[in-house]
C-alpha cells in the first residue's frame, strides 16, 4: 500500500543553522516525491519535487531534497534556517493516479 | 499566469443545511482535485476530475460530491452539513492526470468552512 510517513510533527531549529525535515515513503512503483508547504491560512505550495535523475534536487527559497532509495527517503533540507521557514511541511508521493500526504510537520525557526 | 482560485474564501453554515465551493484550475490545468483539511485528519483526498468524469475517488460519504465543467472549472457540493464538516477545503489543479503522469498538484488558497 502506497504511504508517506513524516516522523515528527515538530521540528525547532535555531535562525542560521541547517534544518531537515524527514520522510520516508511506500509505494508499488517508481516513486513521484514533492514537498509542500503552508503558510497559515494558506493552501499548499510547491517547493521541489523528485522524478528521476540527480538524488539531490533543488527547490525554492533555498531549499533541497535528498532521494534515498534503499531507505525509501526523501527529506527536506536547507543549509540556513530563516524565521520565515517557520510553516507547516508536507512530503507527497504520486502514485499512479493518486497523490499521497504525510501527516506534515511544523517548523519553528526562532531567531 | 493566474494561480488556482477557490471561491468564497470562508463560509459559516448550520447543520443541515448545504453547501457549494468552486475552484478555477490553471489556465491550461484539466486535472482538478479536492482536499479537506482538519487538524485532526490531516489532507484527505475527496476526489479528481478530468476531462468533466471523476476519475478517483476517496473515503468520503455521498454527502460530498462534486462535477466539472468543460472549461475545467470544478465545484464541490456537500449536503446536509454536520459539525464535522468543518475544515479548509484545498482544490489543486495539474495538467494531465493517468499513471504516467508526473505533473506536480498546485493547490488554490481554500474555502474556510465553519459549520454550527
Known amino acids: 500500500a502506497q504511504s508517506v510517513a513524516q516522523p515528527e510533527d515538530q521540528v525547532n531549529v535555531a535562525e542560521g543553522n541547517p534544518l531537515t525535515v524527514k520522510c520516508t515513503y511506500s509505494?508499488?512503483?517508481?516513486?513521484?516525491l514533492f514537498w509542500y508547504v503552508q503558510y497559515p491560512n494558506r493552501g499548499l505550495q510547491f517547493l521541489l519535487k523528485?522524478?528521476?535523475?540527480?538524488?539531490l534536487v533543488k527547490g525554492s527559497y533555498g531549499f533541497e531534497a535528498e532521494f534515498n532509495k534503499s531507505q525509501t527517503s526523501f527529506h527536506l533540507k536547507k543549509p540556513s534556517a530563516l524565521v520565515s521557514d517557520s510553516a507547516l511541511y508536507f512530503c507527497?508521493?504520486?502514485?499512479?493516479?493518486?497523490?499521497?500526504f504525510g501527516s506534515g510537520t511544523k517548523l519553528n525557526v526562532k531567531p | 499566469k493566474a494561480g488556482v482560485t477557490q471561491t468564497p474564501r470562508y463560509l459559516i453554515k448550520t447543520r443541515g443545511q448545504q453547501v457549494t465551493l468552486s475552484c478555477s484550475p490553471i489556465?491550461?490545468?484539466?486535472?482538478v482535485s479536492w482536499y479537506q483539511q482538519t487538524p485532526g485528519q490531516g489532507l484527505q483526498f475527496l476526489f479528481e476530475?478530468?476531462?468533466?468524469?471523476?476519475?478517483n475517488k476517496g473515503n468520503f460519504p455521498g454527502r460530498f460530491s462534486g462535477r466539472q465543467f468543460s472549461n475545467s472549472r470544478s465545484e464541490m457540493n456537500v449536503s446536509t452539513l454536520e459539525l464535522g464538516d468543518s475544515a479548509l477545503y484545498l482544490c489543486?489543479?495539474?495538467?494531465?492526470?493517468?499513471?504516467?503522469?508526473?505533473?506536480?498538484?498546485?493547490f488554490g488558497p481554500g474555502t474556510r468552512l465553519t459549520v454550527l
Open positions: 489543486a489543479s495539474s495538467r494531465r492526470q493517468g499513471p504516467l503522469s508526473t505533473d506536480t498538484q498546485y
Open positions: 509505494v508499488s512503483g517508481n516513486p513521484y
Open positions: 523528485y522524478i528521476t535523475g540527480d538524488n
Open positions: 507527497a508521493v504520486r502514485d499512479l493516479n493518486k497523490f499521497y
Open positions: 489556465s491550461g490545468h484539466r486535472s
Open positions: 476530475y478530468f476531462s468533466e468524469t471523476q476519475r
